[in-house]
């Protein structure tokens, strides 16, 4: 849960007059996400009005990043993808700034993202995540993956002397981990913008109809087939860490039908599979070790990942997570 | 902040088919109230829909307690008194179960609360408290304050011994308060429904204009006058502790306007006020030494009330408060 900036209704009203949405009428700040203050915001009066998200920017997101966020969200909006469309003020910015951070007013959608996924979430999350792609490949605004192999390296270098408190020898695994990927890493796959970051609190759903995607703060240029890897982890485990071949086959397969994978693609899956839940397990492990204690972000357990990792080793070919070739 | 349990889309949605306020399209969980985990819910459909607040009783509310609370707001809003309205499920009751707590619906009310109160939302928050101890007089239950008198003495026995931590000498202060109040606590002045926690942050305005007055969860019965004696505490000292003999005046101004204070409560005004200051001094006294360090619950200052104690023991009228006799 996040709201890390309160800001008084005064200083939001003044705010919002560099906005065509109409009068302020309430705003309350909401438990969801984990790196910026979020408001729930309601407008109203006689040019209309409506319900809008507005986000305060906080420290862990880079202020020059925010062109490629909110571009392309506007982009993939235009393109038909389901996701929020930054609000352009009267001066046609869409970044303003409140309370001494960068802060944007987004469109709320409508949808709730479901705290245990069906296959057929997973079918529609695999195709969402194909028009992603596909929408994606002419936005023109470029944001190299800070959280790709060097920068893993990076945050590895500050938690490997430790890495064993989450449970003895993690260290010497993830240290093979690494010789691997370093090894054996693609480096000519397709490439293009990804989300990043599509776990199951980034997608909403009325029922099992996908009503958008949201948060769009990790997303950035790299291998296509890395960003369905990460929705492997992030989608097809269940609670007992099991992988459930029936999600990853949905998964796959909706994916598939709007954008097949090539043979390299699917060939290097296991290993972005494997790569992909390393990330996760790093970020985890370091906010694990470093965040501070009783902190208002729960901390995840960087184990969950660890099991992943050990899964994805043994994993010989894309078949085993139920890519079916075309 | 408080959302203390999170629930499913699938139960919230099973829970609603037990009233009638179309589809859920959305809910978020809202970092507002100390007590409770409050969700704003979206829901939409033939029969219409809206915007309400899902309340989730945590263990600080009694269950016992919700029919006094629930019933007052239907109440007070059916008195025209601007307050959510609890909906009524298909059976006709207003207290469901979700997440294994007792769980509400109520409407949402528009207006945010004022951050730097003026002199105007003193006025308007006098008035609107009167109008609800006139509409509270003929609510047919009975909930008597459990933070009066005895209630303060059983905190202070649990706070008494470490009350120097705070600052040296509070100890031997609060002992003295304790004596005057005992000897001196008014035995027959006009008693009603009493908000008993009417703060800055439960009043919303759209504006000046005052727009609705929600958490009732302390609601109770007690004197009058005690009700206004905690809104001078709440709303008329500035953040450097002063009092604002202005604000005190048209606070006072507006209840006056709807409900003139007896000579007996104008003459009691001073002893109240010190004795709600007291009480809140008390509960932040004992939830700054017995709540858990980093706790997701803000601590609030004790010395802030033990500020205001030391003011209202020099009072020797209401007058200074702003009080004119009608």
Not at 157 to 170: I, K, N, S
Not at 242 to 261: D, E, H, I, M, W
Request: overall charge negative; charged content about 20%.
């Amino acid at each position: 849960m996040a709201v890390y900036t309160d800001i008084t209704e005064v200083e939001l009203g003044t705010f919002l007059r560099d906005y065509d949405i109409g009068e302020l009428l309430s705003y309350k700040g909401i438990a969801e996400g984990t790196e910026n203050s979020n408001f729930i915001l309601h407008t109203g009066g006689p040019g209309g009005g409506g319900t809008f998200i507005l986000t305060l920017y906080e420290k862990r997101v880079a202020r020059a990043d925010l062109p490629f966020f909110l571009g392309l969200m506007e982009h993939l909006a235009r393109r038909g993808v389901s996701c929020p469309l930054p609000v352009r003020r009267s001066d046609g910015e869409v970044i303003g700034e409140l309370a001494g951070r960068p802060a944007a007013v987004i469109t709320f959608l409508e949808g709730m993202w479901p705290r245990r996924p069906t296959p057929a979430h997973c079918r529609a999350v695999g195709e969402a995540l194909a028009r992603l792609h596909v929408a994606g490949a002419d936005f023109p605004l470029v944001r190299p993956n800070a959280l790709s192999l060097p920068g893993w390296r990076a945050l590895w270098d500050g938690c490997r002397a430790r890495a064993d408190e989450v449970e003895a020898g993690v260290g010497a695994e993830v240290a093979a981990d690494f010789a691997a990927l370093e090894a054996a890493w693609p480096r000519a796959l397709p490439e293009g913008v990804i989300h990043a970051d599509l776990f199951p609190d980034n997608v909403f759903f009325l029922g099992e109809r996908l009503s958008g995607l949201i948060d769009f703060y990790f997303a950035c240029n790299d291998f296509l087939a890395y960003d369905v890897a990460t929705c492997l982890n992030a989608w097809c485990f269940e609670r007992d860490h099991a992988f459930n071949l029936t999600k990853g086959t949905a998964l796959l397969a909706g994916y598939q039908s709007v954008r097949p994978l090539t043979p390299a693609e699917a060939g290097a899956l296991p290993l972005l599979a494997r790569g992909s839940a390393l990330r996760f397990m790093l970020t985890r492990l370091y906010d694990w070790l470093h965040g501070p204690d009783g902190a208002l972000v729960r901390k995840r357990d960087p184990l969950e990942y660890v099991r992943k990792l050990r899964f994805h080793r043994a994993i010989a070919s894309a078949a085993e997570y139920g890519l079916k070739q075309p």
